[in-house]
């Protein structure tokens, strides 16, 4: 599925030196380190402040806190993510609702959310926070007009999407604010677990800076209750040398996707879609969006014997995510069925990620292809 040794033997040299001066300034915990990391990140994603933190999720945790979300309100959010898009919500003390997704690209659809925001429990709702699923910014003229017209906040879960773009504005300036996950198979990733707050925001960004360190503005004086969430120094260091790589390494996935675009196609596999027939739906960049294909994600209908198929022939391949997360044991207290979300639970038995990152190679990507046309025919 990735094989993160192919990075490593081409910067580790560099990696090793960025470790080896946190050692020597034994700077842990931010620090110079993330300090640079921020500015340079913050940079690039053309946005006013980055907050480097200790995972994704608590980015998300952090993003929502800081924009003013607790108890006694309500944010709307997709079944169709990682757990951590609700949890989040949830530790921040209110109330999560679902909304159905686009069957399309996967993302929460504005017009569900519409629907909720119409609906009996649509007064406590605060914020929307759309995930930019597998590399692809959700709906965002969708989302602005809904949050304009009902007064809401956007929070961004930009956990896999460093480096997409809506109308060419980066994941991570659309909303409020936003969360980046650099979990080691993030395409921009960490030596471990690291993630950061994106805002445009100064109020968000000096609030979540506060947070991140037990809600201290001046040492030892705590205004409110945060936590601790900081990034350590070397993982500002490790990502401070692969942010100068990102763009090439995301222009080398989109080039990896085109390739398996093409070879689908000649295979006459490739379905119009949105949902699979005898072949394959693939995934696809929608007006507007640059996708950076943090997976590559296809839709058949016998997808489960596909991927034991594929585990035959050593060829890897992930199901993002196999159960919705209205149907997940922790999550049964939000009060949701199965048949809630059915675009969700389609998408869920349907779904497959290929093998996808910048170092695959064209002829991998023949075999991976010649192996589904074998199982399809
Ligand atoms: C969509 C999404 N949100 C949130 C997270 C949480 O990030 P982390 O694993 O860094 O806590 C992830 C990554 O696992 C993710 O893919």
Redesign the pocket.
Known sequence: MLDLKRQYRELHQELLDAVGHVLETQQFILGEPVATFERDAAAQLRVAHAIGCS????A?WLALAAAGIGPGMAVITTPF??F??VSSILRAGATALLADIDPTTFNLDPLAVETVLHGPRGAAVRAVLP?H?YGQCADWTGFSRLAQAHDLKLIE?A??AWGAEWNGVKAGALGTAA?F???PT?NLSAAG?A?MVTTNSDEVAERARMLRQHGMRRRYFHDEIGWNTRMDGFQGAILSVKLKYIDGWNQARRTVAARYHELFAAAGLAEAGPYPVHGVVLPREVAGSHHVYHQYVLRTSRRDQLREFLASRKIGSEIYYPVPLHQQEALKGLGYNEGDFPEAERAAREVLALPIFAELREDEQQTVVAAIAEFLS
């Open positions: 995972s994704g999720t608590d998300l993510s990682f951590a898009s995930v699923l879960d956990a896999q969360a996950s650099f979990y993030k677990d993630g």
